[in-house]
């Protein structure tokens, strides 16, 4: 499987760093809220949250990548339906040419806490592209053939060769992680995770180590710094939601995971944190293998928009 990453931006896009008040070098690891492009060896195509990043993409996909209306399938699964990971899709070119089958998955969210009460994914999505918002509703996106509501622990996908399955994350409101199995020729399997906007607390950190074993690659939100961190900008915000390189390299290392990859970059963090963060990420792997008997360093980066994994 082939997985490239159109956006890896958290909360908000950062075009270019440029600000009235001064710059913010931002062009290494890209600005793009989170979109992530999966094909698998089967020849099916799947893409993970509608960022911003998933205009660039819908552009290559309509142009070169056979998206022009004659029936080709293609699965759109949200993490979640905060802004930063649905802005993009009214840019999504490929949704507004009929004949495509795009097919969108995601949780019904709890819109009145006390009475339950849940809005459909469709109803949902619908509300941004309301008039008040944005010109062109839902209904005009005639490529979306699908609306699939599921609950987390759903397998979504499955092919002879390839299974997409699912599982719920600590998150306000909560937010869906997903876990990509192939089979390769010869029995060997790669797996591929997918694990946006998550805190784990410590409760649920086993389940999210059982999530995440034996990965071959695990994409993660790190947005903060670690509690207790000596660097003193981009703080630890308790109960919003995130995670952080520290927290994830404990679990990946516990779960055997081969290589992490950290995202949902903080917005307001420009290039040199991020790659300095880099650094400090992987001396933690060091320290994290060595305190843990019997496991191997994981190796770490962050993700940059435009980069390819091949498994
Ligand atoms: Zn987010
Ligand atoms: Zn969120």
Redesign the pocket.
Known sequence: MKIGIAGAR??LPTPSGKTLFGKVENTEFGGN??CIYVQGDDGSEHIL?A?TGIRDLGVSLAREGGFNGKGKQLQLYL??T????IQGLPFFVPAYILGNNIEIFGEAKVKNVKEGTKVSLEDNLRGQQDFRNFPAPLEVMKGLTRFNDFTAGTRVYQSETLTVDTFGQN?PGG?VGYRFTEKKKGGANKVFVFS??FEPKEADAIQMVAHWEGADLVLA?A?YEPKGSLIKENTFMEGW??SDYRTNLAMATQAEVKKLVLT?HEPKMGDAYHRALELRAATEAEKIAEMIPGKERVKVELAREGRWYTL
Do not use: A, K, R, V
């Open positions: 958290g909360s809220t989170t949250d960022g993490s979640h905060h802004w930063d990971h998150h937010s946006t906007d939100d947005q939601g995130h949902h």
